[in-house]
């Protein structure tokens, strides 16, 4: 069993940066892939970026550029780190992992959610 938790969502006027942290905890070396998502209001959710155990990135391909994943291994935690942020970024952000690469598995693994609201 794996449990994640994110935090650092707040705030920001346009322009600005925010940086999402997501902390794994459980069976953390079964996680083959962490993820950040998004959720709208009103909206389908959609992945933000995604990070594998050996450090290959994907990202929606328009957010690339403004936004980076990164990870600490050391300490189970996956960030996301926002920059040049708009208002259409406006959203709550969720951290989630998945035993497979690639395409294999399923996110089965989720946080709360931490809301990022961003003014223009």
């Known amino acids: 069993q794996v449990q994640v938790v994110e935090s650092g969502g707040g705030l920001v006027q346009a322009g600005g940066s925010l940086r999402l942290s997501c902390t794994a905890s459980g069976s953390t070396s079964s996680i083959g892939t962490m993820g950040w998502f998004r959720q709208a209001p009103g909206k389908q959710r959609e992945l933000v970026a995604t990070i594998s155990s050996g450090g290959i990135t994907n990202y929606k391909e328009t957010l690339r550029g403004r936004f980076t994943i990164s990870r600490d291994n050391a300490k189970n935690t996956v960030y996301l780190q926002m920059n040049n942020l708009k208002p259409e970024d406006t959203a709550v952000y969720y951290c989630?992992?998945?035993?497979?690469?690639?395409?294999?598995?399923?996110?089965?693994?989720w946080g709360q959610g931490t809301q990022v609201t961003v003014s223009s």
């Open positions: 989630a992992a998945k035993r497979g690469v690639w395409d294999t598995g399923v996110f089965a693994y």
